[in-house]
């Protein structure tokens, strides 16, 4: 846990290799819990410690929730098991997302709840049976490409609700970097939709991934700064999130934000033109 603390406390470490490094540092934390947890159990070959959505894409920013998935090849005793591991993420005051699951359960669920089929299409081990662990994660991903089309119209839907929720990250005083039109949100939606069947144009991922730098290095200051999980920039919060994000002032700040953020928006719709037909 000090390791996490040292990461967060690291100013010199910022956006994506500030992410990397935490999501590093917690798995090797996670990997102690988890031996100790098991370390009693016949079975312990028979479970797998898998990370999922942001965590599993290594983009764990300092205030972000841990998700993880506990599977298991029909351990009799798992509930014990996952309470051992549970219970001192717990005391550490960390928020945990977590579920438990054999490897039927959580492909079954992969092909009729989306978040769910959403949280692994980026997943990867963390400790514990890998060839197990490798399994879930490639049938779920082939259940996410073979229902393709009907995940790709809910997702469009999902994402036409969030805009309207959260406004134009472009064009907002106080944008929402995470879940507004042209936020962090949208590049992770892309990358679904591509693995369900959607093109990017040649050089969509580059841009994509400089925009993700720019508007990741906005959150872990932001984090860094509010000590809590915000995603809303704040005008009385920006001169101190452009310092930790090491832009000279307050201005040039929001100007990067609304440069990318007009750039992902711009992506994503010509992405989503390409649904044929259109959900509506």
């Known amino acids: 846990m000090s ?6 406390d690291d100013l010199s470490l910022r956006g994506l290799v500030a992410c990397q490094k935490l999501s590093d540092v917690t798995d090797a934390w996670l990997s102690e819990l988890f031996s100790e947890a098991v370390s009693q159990e016949k079975k312990a070959g028979d479970i797998v410690l898998i990370a999922v959505g942001g965590y599993g894409r290594r983009e764990l920013a300092p205030q972000s929730d841990l998700d993880v998935l506990l599977v298991h090849d029909s351990v009799k005793n798992i509930g014990d098991i996952a309470s051992r591991l549970w219970y001192p993420i717990w005391d550490a005051g960390l928020k945990l997302g977590h579920a438990v699951r054999t490897p039927k359960e959580t492909v079954k669920l992969c092909g009729t709840d989306l978040d769910t089929a959403t949280s692994l299409v980026t997943a990867r081990v963390i400790a514990g049976n890998q060839d197990l662990g490798r399994k879930v994660i490639d049938e779920a991903t082939k259940s996410w490409q073979t229902k ?3 995940w790709l119209i809910e997702l469009h839907g999902r994402v036409r609700e969030r805009h309207t929720q959260a406004g134009e990250v472009a064009f907002l005083l106080e944008p929402n970097v995470k879940e507004g039109l042209g936020g962090l949100r949208d ?3 892309l990358h679904w939709a591509v693995k369900a069947g959607l093109d990017l144009l040649p050089g969509d991922e580059v841009e994509l991934q400089h925009c993700n730098e720019v508007l990741l290095n906005v959150r872990v200051a932001l984090h860094r700064h509010a000590g809590k999980p915000v995603d809303v920039l704040r005008l009385e919060d920006q001169r101190s999130v452009a310092e930790l994000a090491g832009y000279a002032t307050d201005d040039a700040l929001m100007a990067a934000i609304a ?5 992902v928006a711009w992506i994503a719709d010509e992405v989503w033109a390409r649904l044929d037909p259109p959900a509506h």
Do not use: P
Request: aromatic share 0%.
């Open 3 to 8: 390791r996490r603390v040292d990461v967060i």
């Open 148 to 150: 393709g089309r009907q």
């Open 187 to 189: 590049m992770h939606t």
């Open 259 to 263: 440069s990318v953020g007009r750039r």
